[in-house]
């Protein structure tokens, strides 16, 4: 059956600028029309943003998937590994496995199970969205003046590890060594970060990040649904 709708629910303004900038036109090209949101947090005051609580992201997946019950619609979110909730389903099991590719393998599948949608294909990025940036630094350098001799060093920092393998840790996730070498990054984040991700390009972000790229492939093939 073909489909025309994907809703993107993303965690945060610099996932959707990214969504917006790169995947919408992207998926144009296959006649898909792409519809980003951030997820809701708080209905009452309308606040959106976050994924603190993992029954605010379910209530307001289910409540998207009941509004668009058209069976071409399609769904799927772009949240990040790096401080997702302990109630997220999954979370025990995903625990026990030492690579963050099986780790995020289980909670997506967990969350799969959870939303019980077939329409629905869930995407945890490892392990947030700044992973992208690692893919070109010089990108997000050219955004920010003056900060040649930081991203220098940023760049011998990682020079050994794969974007996806920068871990989850509070001093060494991807965002938190940005800010460690170029602070004034997180009041800039949303303004470069997005922007640099687009700049790179999508069969770069595709080349280097083998789970995204995976992620990518199956919305191509989503709307081959037995």
Known sequence: MAWSRLYITVEGQSERKFADDVLQPYFASFSIEVKTRVVLTNRKLGKRGGILDFEKIRNDLLRLMHEDYKPEARFTTMI??????????GWED?????????RVQILESALKKEMGDQRFLPY??????????YCDLMQLQQRISGTET????????VKHLNPEDINEGRETAPSKRIIK????????KVRVGAPAATAIGLPILRNKCPHFNSWISQLEK???LN
């Open 80 to 89: 990040d590994l790096y401080a997702l909730p302990h109630e997220f389903p």
């Open 181 to 188: 070498h170029v602070p004034i990054y997180e009041r800039l």
């Open 150 to 157: 930081a991203f220098a060093a940023l760049s011998k920092e």
């Open 222 to 224: 989503f709307n081959l």
């Open 94 to 102: 995903a625990q026990k496995k030492m690579l963050p590719m099986e």
């Open 124 to 133: 945890i990025q490892l392990h947030e969205f700044e992973t992208l940036l």
